[in-house]
């Protein structure tokens, strides 16, 4: 069955987002990678229906049609090109920011964030799964036949963070140094002998049963990975 006709499971609500669960480890990806606190608020950002009901049941919140609009995107890595696409924005209002914020370094009111992401060591592919639907790119290379994955962001700090999760997942993720980008942000792609067949097998591995994932971007993952490889991988849900 593919991404699209398969009915997604709907998490379940998280009483405390500050523990340490796959759904709150996603959740804080998500929020870190494309989204923002303010002094009572957090603010999450996703372009895929998907994982905004997802956000939104974690967070025992729900959507409506307000929620949802088309945004103009500058593409990451080129000013020039301007995509318009989906964005779902959910907003919890409260003290939960500040206590992000202390808890997990996260920036607050533009303030530097130092990204402290222990808590979720044991939920490590929920986390860079979280960042990379919020923060990175996945394509297929057409000269060279081979899947590029990158992240990009306006904070450095936050894409170091990305690489040392990346240095201790198992498989072990080798990455290539930060860039700057044309707009002034950074990135960094996967390095040209890691393994992306064995990464989107790990960042998704049991995300039909969770509910915690965007169906377009673990689809473009999944169908670049056998365009390279020349053979199925899978749903890249078990």
């Known amino acids: 069955m593919?991404?699209?006709?398969r009915q997604s499971t709907t998490p379940d609500p998280v009483e405390d987002l500050l523990t340490s669960t796959p759904a709150t480890a996603y959740f804080w990806g998500r929020v870190a990678g494309d989204g923002e606190l303010t002094q009572d608020c957090v603010t999450v950002r996703t372009a895929d229906e998907t994982s905004a009901d997802a956000l939104a049941a974690i967070a025992g919140a729900g959507r409506t049609d307000h929620d949802h609009r088309i945004a103009a995107r500058e593409s990451s890595h080129d000013a020039s090109i301007v995509r318009f696409e989906d964005e779902y924005k959910l907003q919890v209002f409260g003290m939960l920011a500040d206590r992000a914020s202390a808890a997990l370094g996260l920036p607050i009111?533009?303030?530097?964030?130092?990204?402290?992401?222990?808590?979720f060591s044991e939920y490590r592919p929920q986390l860079v799964r979280g960042l990379l639907e919020a923060c990175g790119t996945v394509c297929f290379r057409e000269s060279s036949?081979?899947?590029?994955?990158?992240?990009?962001?306006?904070?450095?700090?936050?894409?170091?963070?990305?690489?040392?999760?990346?240095?201790?997942?198992?498989?072990?993720?080798p990455?290539?140094?930060?860039?700057?980008?044309?707009?002034?942000?950074?990135?960094?792609?996967?390095?040209?002998?890691?393994?992306?067949?064995?990464?989107?097998?790990?960042?998704?591995?049991?995300?039909?049963?969770?509910?915690?994932?965007?169906?377009?971007?673990?689809?473009?993952?999944?169908?670049?990975?056998e365009r390279a490889t020349g053979s199925e991988v899978g749903e890249l849900s078990r």
Do not use: I, M
């Open 145 to 173: 036949g081979s899947v590029g994955v990158s992240f990009v962001h306006d904070d450095e700090a936050l894409l170091r963070t990305v690489q040392s999760l990346l240095d201790a997942a198992d498989p072990h993720v």
């Open 2 to 5: 593919s991404d699209a006709n």
């Open 109 to 119: 009111d533009g303030q530097p964030g130092g990204y402290r992401f222990d808590t």
């Open 175 to 225: 990455a290539d140094d930060l860039s700057e980008t044309s707009s002034g942000g950074y990135w960094f792609g996967l390095g040209d002998d890691a393994d992306t067949a064995a990464f989107a097998r790990w960042v998704y591995a049991g995300s039909d049963g969770s509910g915690l994932y965007s169906t377009e971007r673990r689809q473009k993952l999944r169908r670049s990975v």
